[in-house]
């Protein structure tokens, strides 16, 4: 099992304790979806890097009163609820939704 974020709150002394840094590279499978963004005009990818990691270049496990991480892969759904905005933002820019 990898971190976790809740484990690591419980225990802390200060939350900068519990950050991540994330990967500098992208996973491989971005490039196929990039690829296919470039080539069917029905696909779109969108960049949610800043909503899931609002501090970077340090991923921090909550911010403000809202724990954002779940675990090491994946954000609580609190955390994607707040950020539903910036989200939607984000997919009618892509012009698929019009």
């Known amino acids: 099992m990898g971190f976790d974020p809740i484990d690591c709150l419980a225990v802390a002394d200060r939350v900068a304790d519990c950050a991540v840094q994330p990967p500098l590279e992208e996973p491989a ?17 969108i960049d949610l890097t800043d909503v899931i990691c609002p501090d970077r270049p340090l991923c921090h496990p909550i911010k403000g009163r809202t724990v954002i991480w779940k675990d090491s892969d994946h954000i609580t759904s609190t955390w994607f609820v707040q950020q539903r905005e910036a989200v939607w933002r984000r997919l009618l820019a892509t012009g698929l939704l019009a």
Do not use: H, M
């Open 29 to 45: 499978v971005d490039n196929v979806y990039g690829v296919l963004d470039t080539k069917d005009s029905g696909i779109a990818t």
